[in-house]
């Protein structure tokens, strides 16, 4: 079976630019969720998807969007990059909200 | 703020060692309680779940949950150094997101 499957694993972008990370959760996972890592502040929520809506989202600025397809495919998007967000970004696919995350492998996005 | 708390650590056991890791919670409205495993440099791993008050074995491994005192804890039995990760503690409160504590760093000392 198939986890959940990131891309790109690395990254690295300058300030003022944006970027899209893809994640393709496993099959017949129908919720999506996106988590920010830094060693600072632990693993932060960003957004939850569930049949391509979105169901909550966490603290951050506009800058950061997300989106899922009627496949279950999510992208997130961070617009107008700056040094802090430099970070290891993780998806999470689970069957239903109360069964636990299965986490994909992540993003590195470093911000030069 | 809706708040997981462990303690960094690092915390230090002999192999064979029992290890117990803890974490507290803010919201009393939490009904579910994860633990995860991060090793460095990989994303976290899904070790146990655990829904209500009492203990959850699974192998090696039981979760403790006392939600009269908002405390969830993971004790690691005949500990080794494979086990040398951080273990992350989550809530999950209803609304579509976990709340996840900073992780405490547990190593095993051969």
């Known amino acids: 079976k198939a986890g959940v499957t990131q891309t790109p694993r690395y990254l690295i972008k300058t300030r003022g630019q944006q970027v899209t990370l893809s994640c393709s959760p496993i099959?017949?996972?129908?919720?999506v969720s996106w988590y920010q890592q830094t060693p600072g502040q632990g693993l932060q929520f960003l957004f939850e998807y569930f049949s391509e809506t979105q169901r909550n989202k966490g603290n951050f600025p506009g800058r950061f969007s997300g989106r899922q397809f009627s496949n279950s495919r999510s992208e997130m998007n961070v617009s107008t990059l700056e040094l802090g967000d430099s970070a290891l970004y993780l998806c999470?696919?689970?069957?239903?909200?109360?069964?636990?995350?299965?986490f994909g492998s992540g993003t590195r996005l470093t911000v030069v | 703020q809706k708040e997981v708390e462990q303690n960094s650590g690092p915390l230090s056991v002999p192999e064979g060692a029992i290890a117990s890791l803890n974490c507290t919670y803010s919201?009393?409205?939490?009904?579910?309680f994860f633990w995860y495993r991060q090793y460095s440099g990989k994303s976290p791993e899904l070790i146990m779940s655990i829904y209500s008050n009492g203990d959850k074995e699974d192998g090696r491994f039981t979760a403790q949950l006392n939600k009269a005192s908002q405390y969830v804890s993971l004790l690691i039995r005949d500990s080794q150094p494979s086990d040398s990760a951080t273990y992350l503690c989550a809530a999950y409160s209803g609304t579509y997101k976990y709340i996840f504590g900073t992780g405490t760093r547990l190593k095993v000392l051969a």
């Open positions: 999470a696919s689970s069957m239903t909200e109360n069964y636990g995350y299965t």
């Open positions: 919201d009393r409205v939490s009904q579910s």
């Open positions: 099959s017949g996972h129908r919720s």
